[in-house]
């Protein structure tokens, strides 16, 4: 699938929320913008994550993920596909993967009294036993817990779609029923955040964000295909904002215990019918969009270096009244300079060493 315009807003989206969430929890009255925080914080909280479960931000990386791997995996001959399909997922998030992991240790050392848990903990996560085990993400960077449990996902990728594609409804009684053990262990005394997102629960969030792939490119359904034919895309997107206005009243009306389950579940479904039709839309060329479309570029590098840049602006210049200037910013030029030296051409690499598999 060539790059599109739209999917790269939606990843500037995701990852600019989740870095909203982490600016709002140092928050301070003498911050310079802090009204301006307030009222972001206030939409954030009844408008993304209404959930209050899984950040909203996580769920559309995962749902998205999965569409977009298998839309750019879809095409690799089936003789090769394996290592094509290793490599380039290898390069693409290992290397600044591997760096982030690096720099929150350091993040963590500079602000606390070095220990061998660090030691432990890099060992636990290197291995990504964090995705299956109840334990902690990346000290001083924890929010690559997230990362660490999609790598397990890349890796059950390939197995899973060689031998179970075309039985979509075993593949996701099977992965409903996990999804729902999963959440059964909190029962058992297992850490909440841990059990939101490791990777018995958000698989089928990801393989959900691939069968709507499947649609786009071999849908055998008569219905589906009948239904994207004729209708148009305003009244698609008129739908969606129809579901996502249920989702909104749901969320904040709706309220038992485990509520944040079906809730998160049902964001899913959102953002899954929104990738339906999203690649549809035609590209806008002004100034907006295109700030958009480039900070989609760095979304990764803003997600996976966003809370040791947030913890060492804290430590080192306080939460003065410059606090969301300095982090917004150095968020963003540290995450260009990590994708123009480490991820982008990381990504090059493992695109030309796949090549000789074609």
């Given at each position: 699938m060539s790059r599109n315009s739209w999917i790269d807003i939606i990843r500037a989206f995701a990852a600019f929320s989740v870095l909203l969430t982490h600016i709002g929890n140092v928050y301070s009255e003498t911050m310079i913008g802090h009204s301006l925080v307030k009222i972001l914080r206030f939409l954030h909280d009844n408008l993304v994550w209404v959930n209050e479960g899984l950040h909203s931000g996580v769920i559309i990386f995962i749902v998205l993920s999965?569409?977009?791997?298998?839309?750019?995996?879809?095409?690799?001959?089936?003789?090769?596909?394996?290592?094509?399909?290793?490599?380039?997922?290898?390069?693409?998030?290992?290397?600044?993967?591997?760096f982030s992991i690096s720099f929150g240790y350091l993040a963590y050392g500079l602000t606390n009294d070095f220990s061998w848990v660090i030691v432990k903990n890099f060992i636990f996560n290197i291995f990504l036993l964090h995705s299956i085990v109840p334990s902690i993400g990346p000290l001083g960077n924890e929010i690559l817990g997230t990362v660490i449990v999609e790598c397990m996902l890349y890796i059950l990728y390939p197995f899973i779609i060689l031998h179970l594609r075309g039985r979509w409804v075993v593949l996701f009684i099977f992965l409903l029923?996990?999804?729902?053990?999963?959440?059964?262990?909190?029962?058992?005394?297992?850490?909440?955040?841990?059990?939101?997102?490791?990777?018995?629960?958000?698989?089928?969030?990801?393989?959900?964000?691939v069968f709507v792939a499947e649609l786009y490119v071999n849908s055998p359904y008569r219905i589906w295909n009948k239904y994207n034919d004729n209708v148009s895309i305003k009244y698609k997107i008129f739908i969606g904002f129809c579901f996502y206005i249920f989702y909104i009243l749901m969320c904040n009306y709706i309220e038992f215990e485990g509520s944040?389950?079906?809730?998160?579940?049902?964001?899913?479904?959102?953002?899954?019918?929104?990738?339906?039709?999203?690649?549809?839309?035609?590209?806008?060329?002004?100034?907006?969009?295109?700030?958009?479309?480039?900070?989609?570029?760095?979304?990764?590098?803003?997600?996976?270096?966003?809370?040791?840049?947030?913890?060492?602006?804290?430590?080192?210049?306080?939460?003065?009244?410059?606090?969301?200037?300095?982090?917004?910013?150095?968020?963003?030029?540290?995450?260009?300079l990590c994708f123009v030296v480490i991820e982008k051409p990381s990504h090059d690499y493992g695109k030309k060493l796949s090549k000789r598999y074609f």
């Open positions: 999965g569409f977009c791997i298998h839309t750019s995996a879809i095409n690799i001959k089936k003789s090769n596909f394996k290592k094509i399909y290793t490599i380039r997922r290898f390069f693409r998030i290992f290397p600044l993967l591997l029923a996990l999804h729902i053990l999963s959440f059964l262990t909190l029962l058992l005394g297992f850490d909440p955040v841990w059990v939101e997102r490791n990777v018995f629960t958000v698989l089928i969030y990801w393989w959900i964000g944040h389950i079906i809730k998160s579940f049902l964001l899913v479904i959102l953002i899954a019918y929104i990738l339906t039709w999203i690649l549809q839309l035609k590209s806008r060329s002004n100034l907006f969009m295109r700030s958009f479309e480039k900070l989609g570029l760095i979304s990764y590098s803003v997600y996976v270096l966003q809370l040791p840049i947030i913890i060492l602006t804290q430590y080192f210049i306080s939460t003065d009244k410059y606090f969301l200037i300095y982090s917004c910013l150095f968020t963003i030029l540290f995450s260009i």
